[in-house]
């Protein structure tokens, strides 16, 4: 591990120093400097934001198009962190690598006295056996690339503007968050020891029209629960299949089958009080011989206290089809849940931003993916923000993460640059 100075660090020493800034870190700033004693301070604006992002759409739009063409699994992203490292040293930011694995942090600290506040974007691309159409290769079809070059930009649009920034801006670059191991294995590191943020804030690729946001006070996605039920006799592997399917029954949803189907989904997260007010997603199949076989089972509910219940329920199933033993090894992955207060707040901004009928907000979770910022967001509160992807005209699909097809409008990058770098000058403030 280290930092912008390439000296060793522990592993809970992540950030030590980055509140000194550029300066302390032997840094040649790249932008403006800090202003000097007497200067006005002119805080960031809107207007200025975007002057300086239009001046850089055509350059993050290459760098997401490199980091496209070199896809890294979850946990290999050593490519992806080296780039991110040298644009954010380049513009002036106290960077820190092997955060976590290959997490990467930068630190940009403003001219003026505010608020400690961070911004996350994932790096990992989706291995075949998770997309959505019969892929065979590693790619970035989750938007991934578009989050890496999103939070680039944020960081180098302020970074211009740190003259007239208040505050600090904390950027966390994080690996693997298709294997939901990233944000614990940065958490665990430190990252947030030194210098912990008042709140977090994301963005994540949505299919919804490019120019448009989702915002999520309330909701977000739901966790994971995993179980295991062990049956055995000569009868074992019949009861198992049987139980599988008692089990399974469970589920109210199923997954899109169709493009109908998507854009029915898209609707309905949209909907108050409609059919994903109350969900299970469940999956159980059976496996083994004549003398034992196994049920295993995984599934999402919302809201997250029914996992008391459907654990119940799996068990009660289990017993009365005599059942050796049934195990849930861990407790469930926790629900990504934007919080009211936060998620309002980003709501207001952006409508005064980028226009009333452009954002439009979530109302019900997400049933067929989960998130690992859940667990930032279980240290300090912030926003998850669905950024429109969809180009006009085309299949929801290409713009549905995970499915092959799926081709974001690059135009999104821009937007969320602008959105994401106005955002953080605002909530950085005293």
Request: with cysteine.
């Amino acid at each position: 591990m280290s930092n912008s100075g390439d000296r060793a660090v522990s592993r809970r020493a992540v950030l030590g120093g980055a509140a000194a800034g550029v300066a302390g870190a032997g840094l040649a700033p790249a932008w403006p400097a800090h202003a000097g004693n007497g200067s006005a301070h002119w805080p960031v604006d809107q207007d200025s934001v975007d002057a300086v992002a239009s001046r850089l759409d055509r350059d993050l739009i290459e760098l997401r198009r490199d980091i496209h063409r070199h896809p890294e699994v979850a946990g290999q992203e050593v490519r992806t962190a080296a780039v991110v490292a040298r644009r954010l040293r380049a513009a002036g930011l106290d960077v820190t690598t092997g955060v976590g694995g290959h997490g990467v942090v930068g630190v940009l600290t403003g001219a003026h006295h505010g608020r400690t506040v961070a911004y996350r974007a994932d790096m990992d691309a989706v291995p075949p056996d998770q997309q959505i159409g019969g892929g065979t290769q590693l790619a970035h079809l989750c938007g991934h690339d578009l989050h890496t070059a999103i939070g680039v930009g944020v960081a180098e649009v302020l970074a211009r503007l740190r003259d007239r920034l208040t505050g600090t801006a904390v950027f966390v670059f994080q690996p693997a968050e298709e294997s939901l191991g990233g944000a614990a294995a940065m958490l665990d590191a430190g990252v947030f020891d030194r210098i912990r943020p008042a709140e977090i804030h994301a963005l994540h690729c949505g299919p919804i029209p490019v120019g448009r946001f989702l915002v999520t006070p309330g909701f977000g996605l739901p966790g994971q629960d995993r179980g295991a039920v062990t049956l055995t006799g000569s009868d074992a592997l019949a009861r198992a299949q049987g139980l599988a399917a008692q089990i399974a029954a469970l589920g109210t949803v199923s997954p899109p089958a169709t493009p109908a189907d998507l854009e029915r989904l898209v609707a309905e997260i949209q909907t108050a009080d409609g059919p994903l007010a109350r969900f299970v997603f469940m999956r159980a199949e059976a496996a083994g011989t004549v003398g034992q076989a196994e049920v295993r089972l995984s599934y999402r509910c919302w809201p997250e206290d029914r996992y008391v219940e459907i654990r119940r329920d799996v068990d009660r199933l289990a017993r009365s089809s005599g059942a050796a033993s049934v195990a849930f090894p861990a407790a469930p992955f926790p629900a990504m849940v934007c919080p009211e207060w936060e998620g309002q707040a980003i709501k207001r901004y952006l409508r005064q931003t980028v226009g009333r009928d452009q954002v439009l907000t979530m109302r019900a979770a997400l049933p067929f993916s989960g998130e690992d910022f859940a667990l930032f967001l279980r240290r300090v509160p912030g926003s998850f923000t669905f950024l429109g992807v969809r180009s006009p005209g085309a299949a929801i699909e290409t713009s549905y993460p995970h499915f092959v097809a799926f081709d974001p409008d690059e135009r999104a990058i821009g937007h969320g640059v602008r959105a994401m770098a106005g955002w953080l000058a605002r909530r950085t403030r005293p």
